[in-house]
């Protein structure tokens, strides 16, 4: 199978069984997500014990390559520690953008899946997404938009 084929099977499959679709009782972190481009909103919840992400849920109405790129975020941040999760969140945001070489040493493993979304600028948000709502729940911050909190060279990236 071509890394398309791959890309487009893993988003499918996601999007049709959400992994850790739900919320959770009493999260210790939460915050909600908005990408006004796209109309995806994510709530984020999850649950920190001695520092490590015990459980993890999202709900929210999004698209496709929101709802599979939360999805798997949740199920690659789950067991990890909030410094493990920021180098995801990180190295995912960067290999979107297009700054990340997937041939050097990484930690994404299947989320790599995503790489193509850089070659398609409207939807760079909707994949980044679910992990600005991640990073921001880490940061006990709330709500975050994609259309507030982007760094000058993001904006500048995506609105090529
Ligand atoms: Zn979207």
């Not at 009493?26 to 997500?33: K, L």
């Given at each position: 199978m071509s890394s398309k084929t791959i890309y487009q099977e893993v988003i499918l499959d996601h999007n049709r069984k959400p992994r850790n679709y739900g919320s959770l009782d009493?999260?210790?972190?939460?915050?909600?997500?908005h990408n006004p481009l796209c109309g995806d909103r994510i709530d984020l919840g999850l649950d920190m014990t001695n520092n490590q992400i015990n459980q993890i849920a999202f709900h929210g109405e999004s698209c496709a390559i929101c709802k599979a790129s939360a999805s798997m975020m949740t199920t690659a941040v789950k067991g990890k520690s909030p410094e493990e999760a920021e180098v995801l969140i990180q190295e995912f945001r960067n290999m979107v953008m297009g700054t990340l070489n997937l041939s050097d040493h990484h930690h994404l493993g299947r989320l790599a899946v995503f790489e193509g979304v850089r070659d398609l600028p409207t939807r760079v948000k909707c994949a980044i997404l679910p992990w600005h709502t991640l990073h921001a729940a880490l940061h006990s911050v709330s709500s975050i938009s994609t259309e507030a909190n982007e760094e000058v060279s993001q904006t500048s990236a995506i609105s090529v």
């Open positions: 009493q999260p210790s972190h939460h915050a909600i997500g």
